[in-house]
């Protein structure tokens, strides 16, 4: 029911995507850049509900007008997520490690390039970028500089939805730094 009409008319390919990284990264916090009406948060929220999640839900929006829309709509479907009205660079939130980060804010090039820099360091298992494909400037951002962070590895898209996930060498050692696993791990 979920995909076939989730909030805010998701594509349901999209919505498979965002649902999978979800359910395989496990419990944790998840943080989203854009939060425009509030639907992509209740979809997470739902889904994580559904699988029995308590990681905390964040989002991120640099538009302060947005915030009735978003309170209202999280409480139809009464989801707790903490939105942030700032602008996602520089990053609010620089000592969350979230499970799974959602790339939809700044839709320029040097907007969606500024949220992969700031979400790389800090995201444990899957970076999910919207609008691949039909937007400039966030696909230009996952061409060139997602697919060649070396953290990263690219999994795939769906129609709009570029998922990447972190390489299994790469293990959390500390403030913001990733580092080659060793031997003794
Ligand atoms: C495409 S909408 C987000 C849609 C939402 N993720 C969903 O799927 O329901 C993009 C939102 O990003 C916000 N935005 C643009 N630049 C931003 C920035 N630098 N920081 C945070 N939000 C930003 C816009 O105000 C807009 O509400």
């Not at 209740?42 to 989002?59: A, C, E, P």
């Not at 947005?66 to 609010?92: D, G, H, M």
């Not at 700031?118 to 937007?135: E, G």
């Amino acid at each position: 029911m979920i995909l076939e009409r989730s909030p805010g008319g998701r594509m349901p390919a999209d919505a498979c995507f965002l649902q999978a990284c979800i359910m395989e990264a496990g419990d944790g916090e998840y943080v989203e850049t854009g939060v425009y009406g509030g639907d992509s948060l209740v979809f997470v929220g739902l889904v994580k509900r559904f699988l029995g999640h308590t990681g905390k839900i964040y989002g991120i929006e640099k538009d302060a007008s947005r915030k009735k829309k978003i309170e209202s709509t999280l409480a139809l479907y009464n989801i707790n997520a903490e939105v942030i009205y700032k602008s996602s660079f520089p990053f609010p939130l620089p000592d969350l490690r979230p499970v799974v980060a959602y790339i939809d804010g700044d839709h320029t090039f040097e907007g969606a390039s500024a949220d992969w820099r700031s979400l790389s360091p800090i995201t444990q298992r899957f970076l999910v970028c919207h609008d691949y494909h039909i937007n400039p400037g966030p696909t230009k951002m996952i061409d060139e500089v997602a697919k060649a962070d070396p953290a990263w590895r690219y999994v795939g898209c769906s129609r709009f939805t570029a998922v990447f996930e972190r390489s299994d060498d790469t293990v959390y050692v500390g403030r913001a730094i990733w580092t080659t696993k060793t031997e003794d791990g």
